[in-house]
Nanobody
Framework: VQLQASGGGLVQAGGSLRLSCAAS????????MGWFRQAPGKEREFVAA????????YYRDSVKGRFTISRDNAKNTVYLQMNSLKPEDTAVYYC???????????????????WGQGTLVTVSS
């Protein structure tokens, strides 16, 4: 099982980044996928999630209207498009997959049993 996140980097406030997470070793099309982030000295927090069908998406309030999660089941990849970035978005971003497609809650870390290594996003003011 592997989740390989990429696309992080240094960007100025107001800029954009697109994160990608390539999955392998499990049935990606049956997994709900999420993005979480962890800033230095803080707990890991939910950012966005997408159901295995792609029909439903979820966002934390502070990123609504700026971030968009999407998936391409043919490529076993989930994306996070981040626009209008702010310094407070600075963190290591992790992608994750749920234990089951039937997982009801997708906004908590405990719903996920597969995690990527993280990619650093730094937003300068």
């Amino acid at each position: 099982v592997q989740l390989q996140a990429s696309g992080g980097g240094l960007v100025q406030a107001g800029g954009s980044l697109r994160l990608s997470c390539a999955a392998s070793g499990f049935t990606f099309s049956n997994a709900n996928m999420g993005w979480f982030r962890q800033a230095p000295g803080k707990e890991r927090e939910f950012v966005a999630a997408i159901r295995w069908t792609g029909a439903s998406t979820y966002y934390r309030d502070s990123v609504k209207g700026r971030f968009t999660i999407s998936r391409d089941n043919a490529k076993n990849t989930v994306y996070l498009q981040m626009n209008s970035l702010k310094p407070e978005d600075t963190a290591v971003y992790y992608c994750a997959a749920t234990r089951s497609q039937y997982t009801t809650v997708v906004t908590t870390t405990t719903s996920y049993d597969k995690w990527g290594q993280g990619t650093l996003v730094t937003v300068s003011s």
